[in-house]
């Protein structure tokens, strides 16, 4: 066990669907969010993840409110 406790670039990309959904444990978290300050192709990754994310929460209630307004 060193006291290295980075993480590849693959384990971070495998982690991230977990990290996004706030379902890793602070220090993974912590180790990703280092990771994203080290390395910029990580950093695109999650930026490209968050804007698909708040894209589709943005979408939905929109959809909703659209569908409602069609039925009534
Ligand atoms: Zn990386």
Excluded: I
Excluded at 23 to 48: I, K, P, S, Y
Excluded at 51 to 63: D, I, V
């Amino acid at each position: 066990m060193g006291h290295t406790a980075t993480l590849s670039c693959s384990e971070v990309r495998r982690q991230l669907p977990a990290y996004l959904n706030g379902m890793v444990d602070t220090e993974t978290a912590q180790q990703l969010r280092w990771h994203f300050g080290q390395c910029q192709n990580c950093r695109l990754v999650v930026r490209t993840a968050l804007n698909t994310l708040s894209q589709h929460f943005m979408r939905h209630p929109a959809e909703t409110c659209e569908e409602k307004t069609h039925a009534t």
